[in-house]
């Protein structure tokens, strides 16, 4: 089973944030979180992933509470082709990655 | 830079035929190399992964097996098909450096029917 938990859909009007959130309570020590996304009919793209600290690159930010149980992905300006089917993972650097359903968001103009 | 290579990009195949998947990868030696599957409407199901040359994992029983001939190399492979097996199958590359965690890289995908 996946050890995190996201909302199955959201919307976002293109053009504004869009924060998907992640909840992840039993994470380890040494355990990421990592966000991909899959566009219909294409192979997952890996996004970010962070430990402890909030990391943005030029796709989007991440946001991990303190005590490391949740986290937000950010997409500051949410454009048509952002819309996908968004996944929150938690893994350590050694061990394979487990997808869960993630959320579906929907970007409308 | 890094690149992986899948084919053929969709395939249609009866029940009871063979199957061979070829995935590729350029670029990066060594790497961390996994089969997932994505059934009709359903989640990424990681089905093989290999960590080095002639070693494979697997996480599920299945009609199928994997095989790494080369480094950056990962076949899949049936028999003899099932219905199940089809869905959208993916390929990812991963190294796995030191000091740092490095996500996966997939391929293109191929979505297999069998009928």
């Known amino acids: 089973d996946a050890k995190t938990t996201q909302p199955p859909s959201m919307d976002c009007a293109e053009g504004r944030a869009a924060n998907l959130p992640c909840n992840h309570s039993t994470i380890s020590g040494n355990e990421y979180v990592y966000w991909y996304r899959q566009i219909h009919s294409q192979g997952p793209q890996y996004i970010i992933h962070g430990l402890k600290n909030n990391e943005t690159n030029e796709m989007a930010s991440l946001i991990i509470t303190e005590d490391?149980?949740?986290?937000?992905?950010?997409?500051p300006h949410a454009t048509l082709r952002d819309t996908a089917v968004y996944y929150c993972i938690v893994?350590?650097?050694?061990?394979?990655?487990t997808f869960g359903k993630g959320t579906m968001l929907l970007v409308s103009p | 830079s890094q690149t992986i290579h899948q084919w053929p990009a969709t395939l249609v195949q009866p029940v009871g035929s063979p199957l061979s998947l070829e995935c590729t990868v350029e670029?990066?030696?060594?790497?961390?190399?996994?089969?997932?599957?994505q059934a009709a409407g359903r989640g990424l199901q990681l089905l093989f992964y290999s960590v080095g040359i002639g070693q494979i994992s697997s996480e599920v029983?299945?009609?199928?097996?994997a095989s790494r001939p080369q480094d950056r190399q990962f076949i899949l492979s049936s028999k003899k098909l099932l219905l199940s097996d089809s869905g959208f199958y993916l390929?990812?590359?991963?190294?796995?450096?030191?000091?740092?965690n490095y996500g996966y890289t997939f391929g293109s995908g191929t979505r297999l029917t069998v009928v």
């Not at chain 1, 893994?91 to 990655?97: D, E, F, R, W």
């Not at chain 2, 670029?27 to 599957?37: A, E, H, I, K, V």
Request: hydrophobic share 25%.
């Open chain 2, 91 to 100: 390929c990812a590359w991963r190294n796995i450096g030191t000091g740092e």
């Open chain 2, 27 to 37: 670029g990066t030696s060594n790497p961390n190399l996994y089969w997932y599957r």
């Open chain 2, 61 to 65: 029983p299945q009609n199928l097996s």
């Open chain 1, 68 to 75: 490391r149980k949740s986290s937000t992905l950010i997409l």
């Open chain 1, 91 to 97: 893994s350590s650097g050694y061990s394979t990655l």
